[in-house]
């Protein structure tokens, strides 16, 4: 009688420890702290491919509301606020902030070098660091690029790890992304001087 007492107890108490962990929340970006009501939450896995992810995003942005793209793990949610404007910007950071993703492996921009997961904490630092002058970083920037028909496949593991070398970092800056499509490289401008020899 005693035994089956002490099992009901050791399973009341570990159901209740279970039920008494607490979610943390952690925000990556610019969250809107002022309504919440206009964040429209995104889950990566329902995207049918980057063209659909970056479209609805820019579609959420352009309907005065603010995209929320969330990333739920054991006792963790991770809200990424990625930036972006309904009217084009002209902006152009340096090649080292690109992320580019083919077949759901992030590479170095237009490069066939993948971006490992135990090199993460010094591209984060190194590449991704965004500086307006030399002397310190004013914030973290991640441009996540991908062809419009491409799965959204690897995008959410690598954001989950760069965002645990970000936390470990203990910084106040901002850890920003962006997602962009990939733009088509033209050929370059045919030579005149091989139009008159034709």
């Not at 919440?36 to 995207?47: K, M, R, T």
């Not at 921009?109 to 490992?116: G, N, S």
Request: with cysteine; glycine share 6%; hydrophobic share 35%.
């Amino acid at each position: 009688m005693n035994l089956k007492f002490a099992k009901n107890l050791i399973i009341i108490l570990l159901l209740a420890s279970c039920s008494n962990q607490e979610t943390e929340i952690k925000n990556y970006g610019f969250p809107n702290n002022g309504n919440e009501s206009s964040n429209v939450s995104l889950v990566l896995s329902e995207f049918k491919n980057y063209g659909k992810l970056i479209d609805r995003i820019h579609g959420i942005v352009c309907n005065d509301s603010v995209p929320k793209i969330v990333i739920k793990g054991k006792n963790l949610i991770r809200n990424i606020y990625p930036i972006e404007h309904c009217e084009p910007m002209i902006y152009d950071p340096d090649g080292k902030h690109y992320v580019t993703f083919r077949k759901g492996k992030p590479f170095e921009w237009q490069t066939i070098t993948e971006i490992l997961t135990e090199s993460l904490s010094n591209k984060l630092t190194e590449d991704f660091a965004y500086y307006r002058n030399l002397e310190k970083p004013e914030s973290y920037l991640i441009i996540i690029e991908s062809e419009r028909d491409e799965k959204v496949n690897g995008i959410e593991k690598f954001i989950t790890n760069i965002t645990q070398e970000y936390d470990k970092l203990g910084t106040d800056l901002e850890l920003n992304f962006a997602f962009w499509e990939v733009v088509p490289h033209l050929p370059p401008p045919a030579n005149g001087n091989e139009s008159e020899n034709e």
